[in-house]
């Protein structure tokens, strides 16, 4: 039986991971791990790179698995042949995953078959699975931007 779906952790996560953190300016990987921690966003904020002990002065782990904790959700910024790969791995850690990769159905049938094995291991897991090939999400409210784009807007309150 199909479980319902929960995508509160998604979207006003407690704790967020980025996988593919970069620390070289101008890659997506630093641009979302500047965005996340730039605009007061209060949650716990790890940085996944295998090849990288710190990113922008903070401790970079390894994988996911290696944080120690649950993690709510987590920015997927690898080559997108490497994505299904990252999120197998992480299943035991996070349920909710945004994938920022390209490399899948509009590059071809190739990677609409990478699209598909992605969408059979979302449903294999329970998992939520924003994109791929996505800008990511901001969240005003809770001064979160987890994304590519520049800047957060200005939360307009209404009564």
């Given amino acids: 039986m199909k479980q319902k779906q929960n995508f509160s952790q998604l979207f006003k996560p407690k704790s967020?991971?980025?996988?593919g953190a970069s620390g070289t300016k101008g890659k997506v990987g630093n641009m979302i791990a500047k965005n996340i921690i730039?605009?007061?966003?209060?949650?716990?904020?790890?940085?996944?790179?295998?090849?990288?002990?710190?990113?922008?002065?903070?401790?970079c782990y390894k994988s996911l698995e290696e944080i120690g904790q649950k993690v709510d959700s987590t920015i997927v910024v690898v080559p997108g042949?490497?994505?299904e790969e990252v999120i197998l791995q992480s299943v035991n850690?996070?349920?909710n995953f945004v994938v920022i990769?390209?490399?899948?159905?509009?590059?071809?049938?190739e990677g609409h078959n990478r699209e598909m094995s992605l969408k059979n291991l979302a449903e294999k897991y329970n998992l939520n699975i924003l994109g791929p090939n996505c800008l990511g999400f901001l969240i005003p409210s809770i001064g979160l931007n987890a994304s590519f784009a520049e800047g957060l807007p200005n939360q307009v309150l209404l009564q």
Avoid: M, Q
């Fill in 16 to 19: 967020i991971a980025v996988i």
């Fill in 38 to 59: 730039s605009h007061n966003y209060k949650g716990d904020v790890f940085f996944v790179n295998p090849k990288r002990d710190k990113i922008l002065g903070r401790k």
């Fill in 81 to 83: 042949k490497f994505v």
């Fill in 93 to 95: 850690v996070c349920k």
């Fill in 101 to 109: 990769s390209a490399g899948f159905s509009e590059t071809g049938l």
